[in-house]
């Protein structure tokens, strides 16, 4: 028993930072139709900022994300306007190619200046543990969890009760109608691709004291993330957050008591069978 | 989207004449590759042609599915695995001879793209290319994770391929790379064809019809189900063919190399940036990626970049370029991919043709799809 | 389209190698880039070190390097061109065991000398390839060496397996389940997992219900650092934590001492061990490059000196380097090293591995106790601060 739950903890908390990833991704993805397969190279981004932060300016990870929200948000807002801006329109397939080899690009340029060894951010609570009743939670993946879960808060009341948020719920259910009630869709695509950034950015920042950094750790991510978002419904933010804990729980019981080998084969075959039994998402509306 | 569909009675009434031209091109082009292993000692060469070779036959692979049939599978390295490691097996394990297992493996890819068509086909645009990763990934765990039958992470290392004989005559001892080249040249040509084919043919027309409008060919009588299938079995057969190919070339496969999504990128890099949906754009794109990938791993641009002068070798940054310029190859990969999506829809094969068309007045050119759905941003 | 073709092969053929003609060519293959390239710059430094060697040496070669990305298929590219382009006399390298592979096979059919410094697999060596010699001990060592210093220092009875779903990784655990059966542990947990998952605490938990007398680990870098700051949250305390080489034997690893005290690894090389010119290698290393030498390194250096005496000796001629690297016998900071045939490997190198413990964030030796030099290795984990 305590196994079990011990292995469901685990998940829940590494789920939290999935969740943020994914919410990124299906900001993304509902404000534009697009499909950003370099969103987990955004997270190595993240990643790399608080390494540079950490190592250079001797700040805190979990503070550093002051710094690095807004940074990754001018990074998100940059790739819009210079690149995605201008595929809006496209087949679908270009948007995927040009996302692909955007991740291509950021990576090796990150290998190009930083070369690709391993990074491992010690910090002083780098390996301390809270115990909770007979279970060991991690102190750094508890704070983070804490903050994930400050921060989704945070953006759902942002895009219920603000206008902008508002406007940005508008533009992603129908980009047209929005755009004749008078919403700047460009502004709202511009600051969903930002978000988006940042969340990414921010996931990679919160994990960074616990896992480890390196310029192709992005392709963990993506992956993930594309489940996350399928699993909750695309375009959907609550959907995400809870994708983004299934698929942490689902790792962490695939792999005590099957095969820790085995656990992303269960994701995947997760994957597909809402992908054809609920194209729609578990909490998306159905559009497809 | 009018526009591509009026590109088809254009090329129905295309006169006979350009195509017994182009015919008599890739004849002569074909004839002189036949030649050069006669002319041609350094192995290297072979080598860098032996990978070109392959290039184009992953590429206009791909092309049947993705360009003709506008399913953009982001899996295909499932295949190419599947006929790799197929072929390989039956020769390590069983001793059956390759050229008895590469119809194994051709059955083998069969049944996986039936499988992978039935469940991902019901899926279209994004959500098909999501569902293709996935499976070939669940493909992929499966061999990295079913020790027994494909050795696990440790891969496949081919001891020796049992000389080819012909009633008694050997035809080949497998030692030089002529016999690769060869087959190589072979299934490019083959594959080439299988484009030219399926570009001509009324079963191309249904793929084309498919990739424009799935709704509007499926109220045309068309079963788009059916056709796609079909579009995948050609499509998987001939990857799979290639992949065996690539296995027996090389004499290691792992779960990695031969059924990773790196592999499934570059497969879809090479017909893009040739030119997706065209016969020569995969021929294209090899002709580009191959050589300057080597060229890059040699380090031939930096020493370009000082022997023309441009830079000085002992500068910053020509000392930062030589340092790091030969690792940067998929760094440039990555760029010419977003350059030619944003600049040249078409790839480099439309963008030089819609430049000889400017050039000679009296022909129109036909514009590209991205730009009339681009919308205004779309193509600067 | 033609022209386009021959133009870049033009390019590829004219410009480098006619450059200058100095000393006796020798190939180099390595991974530079791409996912190994971590553990590639430790050889890269190592040769570095013994071109500067050799030049005070006066022996004069040219070196070629060539970067294989990690990918066998590349590696191929780099062989070819390196045997019938380049000339040379003979290559060192690749780093990876999936390279070294296809690679052997290559030097084997052109004929050239190849020195592999630091790939593991068993087979590289066990094809009967009269062209290729091995430095380092293959990857059943890595185990066997570990089991057998455990086994002198205590009595454990069961053992847990936790690895890395890589070629390195899954070879080293399939030896160590063999020796353990011969040495009578029992394997109780069998645990793969896929480099690059963030967490590892459910495997964990499962080994930690199992109370393994040993827990046995296979890893890069990176993930062993995850997989022992795991296990202390975790609060996992079997007898000995047991790392096979890669990851658990750099500097990194032992710099974290909350996490790294007391982990016995087994390894090709160190810096207090009894060979000639061993600790002056390190000072050197750490000198240069600002970094502690890893064993890689030590390996690709000796591989380099060796590979440069017998050919600048021989006069780059292949049939005569391949013969002299047979029947030669060196003594360097790698020990005494001759390339012989037994138990089905041919022109291996009988490379005694050792096991050193990370003591205060230091690395010590401790076995086999010739080149231990007294020190005790301790023994059993007292359990976590």
Redesign the interface.
Same mark, same amino acid.
């Given at each position: 028993m305590i196994?079990f739950l @011990?292995?469901v903890l685990?998940?829940v908390l590494?789920g939290g930072?999935y969740a943020l990833v994914g919410i990124g991704l299906t900001i993304i993805f509902g404000v534009m139709r697009v *499909?950003n397969f370099a969103h987990g190279e955004l997270v190595m981004i993240g990643m790399y900022l608080t390494w540079i932060i950490f190592t250079g300016l001797a700040i805190d990870p979990f503070v550093s994300i002051l710094i690095s929200i807004p940074a990754m948000f001018a990074v998100g807002a940059l790739i819009q306007k210079t690149?995605i801006?201008?595929?809006?329109? +496209?087949?679908? %397939?270009?948007q *995927?190619?040009?996302t692909?080899?955007?991740? !291509? /690009?950021l990576s090796?340029?990150v290998? !190009?200046f930083f #070369?690709?060894? $391993?990074r491992?951010l010690?910090t002083s609570y780098?390996?301390s #543990?809270l115990r909770l009743a007979g279970l060991?939670v991690?102190t750094p993946l508890a704070i983070s969890f804490a903050i994930t879960s400050a921060i989704t808060a945070l953006l759902y009341w942002f895009l219920l009760k603000t206008d902008t948020g508002q406007g940005i719920r508008a533009t992603a259910q129908d980009r047209d109608a929005a755009q004749l009630m008078g919403i700047n869709v460009k502004r709202m695509s511009l600051l969903a691709f930002g978000i988006g950034a940042a969340l990414a950015g921010t996931a990679g920042a919160l *994990?960074s004291p #616990?896992? $480890?950094i390196?310029p @192709? =750790?992005g392709? /963990?991510f993506t992956?993930k993330a594309?489940?996350i978002v399928?699993l909750g419904g695309m375009g959907s933010v609550l959907g995400a957050t809870l994708g983004g804990v299934i698929i942490?729980v689902t %790792?962490? !019981?695939a +792999?005590?008591y099957i095969? +820790?080998?085995?656990? %992303?084969?269960f994701v $995947? =075959?997760l994957?597909?069978i809402v !992908?054809?039994f609920r194209?729609a998402g578990l909490l998306g509306r159905s559009r /497809? | 989207m009018a526009i591509r569909v009026n590109d088809l009675p254009r090329a129905l009434t295309r006169s006979r004449r350009s195509t017994l031209f182009s015919f008599a091109a890739v004849a002569a082009v074909a004839l002189v590759l036949l030649l050069v292993p006669r002319a041609v000692q350094s192995p290297y060469l072979l080598h860098v042609m032996i990978l070109f070779f392959l290039a184009v036959s992953m590429g206009e692979s791909w092309n049947v599915i993705g360009g003709y049939t506008g399913q953009y599978s982001l899996g295909h390295a499932a295949y190419f695995g599947t006929g790799a490691y197929t072929t390989l097996m039956l020769l390590q394990y069983r001793h059956i001879a390759p050229w008895w297992g590469a119809w194994a493996a051709v059955g083998a890819a069969l049944v996986v793209a039936l499988v992978i068509g039935s469940i991902c086909f019901r899926l279209r645009g994004p959500y098909f290319t999501l569902a293709s990763i996935a499976v070939a990934e669940i493909i992929r765990l499966i061999a990295l994770n079913w020790k027994p039958v494909t050795n696990g992470a440790e891969g496949i290392l081919l001891m020796d391929i049992p000389p080819l004989k012909i009633g008694g005559m050997l035809v080949t001892d497998w030692l030089s790379k002529a016999p690769f080249y060869y087959i190589g040249l072979v299934l490019a040509l083959v594959t080439l064809l299988v484009n030219y084919l399926v570009g001509r043919s009324k079963l191309g027309y249904c793929f084309q019809a498919i990739r424009e409008d799935q709704d509007a060919a499926h109220s045309l009588g068309i079963n788009p189900a059916f056709y796609k299938n079909v579009a995948l079995a050609i499509s998987a057969v001939f990857t799979a063919l290639t992949g065996a190919f690539y296995g027996l070339y090389i004499g290691f496969i792992d779960p990695h190399t031969v059924l990773g999504i790196d592999l499934s990128v570059e497969m879809v890099l090479i017909c893009i940036i040739g030119g997706i949906g065209t016969n020569l754009g995969p021929v294209v794109g090899a002709l580009v990626l191959v050589p300057l990938s080597e060229a890059l791993r040699a380090n031939l641009l930096a020493r370009l970049l000082f022997s023309a002068g441009l830079l000085d070798e002992t500068s910053r940054a020509g000392a930062f370029l030589k340092e790091n310029l030969a690792h940067a190859h998929v760094l440039i990969y990555g760029i010419l991919v977003v350059l030619v999506i944003l600049f040249m829809p078409d790839g480099v094969l439309g963008f030089a043709k819609k430049l000889l068309a400017r050039r000679s007045p009296g022909r129109v050119p036909s514009p590209s799809p991205g730009a009339v759905l681009g919308g205004p941003d779309a193509n600067p | 389209m033609k022209t386009f073709l021959t133009a870049a092969i033009v390019l590829g053929l004219g410009l480098p190698s006619a450059a200058r003609a100095e000393g006796v060519k020798i190939g180099i293959i390595n991974s530079m880039t791409g996912p190994e390239a971590p553990i590639g710059e430790s050889l890269t430094n190592g040769i570095k070190l013994a071109q500067d060697d050799l030049a005070k040496k006066n022996i004069k070669v040219e070196l070629i390097w060539e970067d294989d990305t990690g990918k066998p298929q590349v590696a191929m590219s780099a062989i070819e061109k390196l045997a019938t382009r380049d000339n040379v006399a003979g290559v060192v390298g690749p780093y990876t065991s999936a390279s070294a592979n296809a690679v052997a096979k290559q030097a084997q059919r052109y004929k050239v000398p190849l020195l592999v410094p630091v790939a593991a697999k068993e087979d590289i060596t066990r094809q009967g390839y009269e062209w290729v010699f091995r430095l380092n001990a293959p990857a059943n060592v890595y185990a066997q060496v570990l089991l057998d210093a455990v086994t002198q220092l205590g009595k454990p009875k069961t053992m847990a397996l936790i690895y890395e779903n890589t070629d390195f990784g899954t070879s080293t655990a399939n030896t160590a389940k063999e020796y353990a059966d011969k040495k009578g542990i029992k394997v109780v947990a069998d645990e793969s997992y896929s480099k690059g998952s963030p967490d590892y605490r459910s495997t964990l938990t499962k080994v930690k219900a199992l109370s393994p007398d040993l827990v046995f680990m296979v890893s890069y870098v990176a993930d062993a650092i995850l997989l022992m700051r795991q296990a202390r949250e975790m609060g996992l305390k079997p007898q000995a934590f047991l790392g096979g080489g890669a990851g658990f034997t750099t500097a990194q690893f032992a710099s974290e001492k909350d996490i790294s005290n007391q982990v016995l690894t087994s390894t090709q090389w160190t810096d207090d061990v009894p060979w000639p010119g061993a600790k002056d290698f390190a000072t050197r290393y750490k000198a240069k490059f600002n970094k502690e030498p890893p064993y890689h390194a030590a390996c690709a250096y000796a591989a380099m000196m060796i590979m440069a005496e017998v050919a600048s000796k021989q006069g780059g001629d292949r049939e005569k380097v391949r013969s002299a690297l047979a029947s030669g016998s060196w003594n360097g900071i790698m020990g005494d090293v001759k390339f012989e045939s037994y138990e089905g490997y041919a022109n291996q190198n009988r490379h005694p591995m050792l096991v050193q413990q990370i003591q205060d964030g230091k690395y010590v030796t401790v076995f086999p106790d010739k080149f231990a030099g007294g020190k005790k290795a301790s023994y059993p984990f007292p359990g976590w601060k």
């Open positions: 196994v @011990q292995s685990s998940g590494i930072v *499909i690149l801006n201008r595929v809006l329109g +496209a087949l679908p %397939e270009n *995927i190619l040009l692909v080899g955007l991740g !291509l /690009v090796n340029l290998m !190009l #070369t690709s060894d $391993y491992i010690t780098s390996s #543990t060991s991690s *994990i #616990t896992y $480890y390196f @192709q =750790v392709g /963990v992956l594309f489940v399928v942490g %790792e962490s !019981l +792999a005590v095969s +820790a080998g085995m656990k %992303e084969l $995947y =075959v994957f597909l !992908l054809l194209p /497809v | - | -």
